[in-house]
T-cell receptor, first 115, second 117 residues
Framework: GESVGLHLPTLSVQEGDNSIINCAYS??????FIWYKQESGKGPQFIID?????DKRQGQRVTVLLNKTVKHLSLQIAATQPGDSAVYFC??????????????FGSGTRLSIRP | GAVVSQHPSWVICKSGTSVKIECRSL??????MFWYRQFPKQSLMLMAT?????????EQGVEKDKFLINHASLTLSTLTVTSAHPEDSSFYIC?????????????FGDGTRLSIL
């Protein structure tokens, strides 16, 4: 069945360094992907999205890369800060995007920052 | 904008009781609302999709008689966990979407922590 998964369940990064979180997806028909950040006891927070007609998109301190050939996504966080500590999920929006489209979440990576 | 509020944020109740969780879109009309469940250290799993004025569509393995969903207005959906048992203890998260919002497909609430004793 369809699935979105992550290579690393936990990631520890030195404050100030860059973080890279990876994700693999299985549905080659997927054309819209989102990265979410979830802090403890809260709901997911939208970080950045990318559509399949792009291979890179940049936001403030974050970059998402999409490799459709190998069905791989990554989230890069520049100059990681203590406030970046959270669980990060990649997510796949069901093909044929509409207001009723399902979002399928990956298994998540916990990012912890070393001072 | 696009704020989704859940109530209560935390509830503890005895086994066998029913618990109702509310999900409100505060500043927009939500044509579709979604309910997710998240166990500790796990991902969000979609339970059901509800559209205003119609029956909810449940994901495979989710008991519709156990998890009653009502979406009576464009700003409110409720999830009732009936005859709750300890295994129903989880973090329940709702989200809402609107046809007119193109910024994000869904806006998430901050979840309800349900603990069944």
């Amino acid at each position: 069945g369809e699935s979105v998964g992550l290579h690393l369940p936990t990631l520890s990064v030195q404050e100030g360094d860059n973080s890279i979180i990876n994700c693999a997806y299985s549905n080659s028909a997927s054309d819209y992907f989102i990265w979410y950040k979830q802090e403890s006891g809260k709901g997911p927070q939208f970080i950045i999205d990318i559509r399949s007609n792009m291979d890179k998109r940049q936001g403030q301190r974050v970059t998402v890369l999409l490799n459709k050939t190998v069905k791989h996504l990554s989230l890069q966080i520049a100059a990681t800060q203590p406030g970046d500590s959270a669980v990060y999920f990649c997510a796949e929006v069901a093909p044929g995007y509409s207001s009723a489209s399902k979002i399928i979440f990956g298994s998540g990576t916990r990012l912890s920052i070393r001072p | 904008g696009a704020v989704v509020s859940q109530h209560p944020s935390w509830v503890i109740c005895k086994s066998g009781t029913s618990v109702k969780i509310e999900c409100r879109s505060l500043d927009f009309q939500a044509t579709t609302m979604f309910w997710y469940r998240q166990f500790p250290k796990q991902s969000l799993m979609l339970m059901a999709t509800s559209n205003e004025g119609s029956k909810a569509t449940y994901e495979q393995g989710v008991e519709k008689d156990k998890f009653l969903i009502n979406h009576a207005s464009l700003t409110l959906s409720t999830l009732t966990v009936t005859s709750a048992h300890p295994e129903d203890s989880s973090f329940y998260i709702c989200s809402a979407s609107t046809r007119t919002d193109s910024n994000q497909p869904q806006h998430f609430g901050d979840g309800t922590r349900l603990s069944i004793l």
